[in-house]
């Protein structure tokens, strides 16, 4: 399995989702999402163009985007 984080480097959202994932043992790939305008474009075709952080993929299919029950981002 592939997960990938796209997020922000201050965002608390995106860190509960590294602190989950990494708690959890599961192995994932973080970008920068507000840096990194390729990794934002990327990010956006995933999202269908929502901001909302952290976007979450999963071998290359969209999850969702935000963290929490219910998600914020």
């Not at 608390?12 to 708690?23: L, S």
């Not at 507000?34 to 163009?49: F, P, T, V």
Request: aromatic share 14%.
């Amino acid at each position: 399995m592939s997960f990938v984080i796209y997020g922000k480097p201050d965002c608390p959202y995106c860190a509960q989702a590294r602190a989950y994932y990494n708690e959890n043992g599961i192995k994932f790939t973080e970008y920068d999402a507000q840096h990194d305008k390729q990794r934002q474009k990327e990010m956006l075709e995933y999202s269908g163009g929502n901001l909302v952080v952290p976007c979450i993929v999963e071998n290359g299919v969209y999850i969702g985007s935000g963290w929490g029950d219910p998600p914020r981002g």
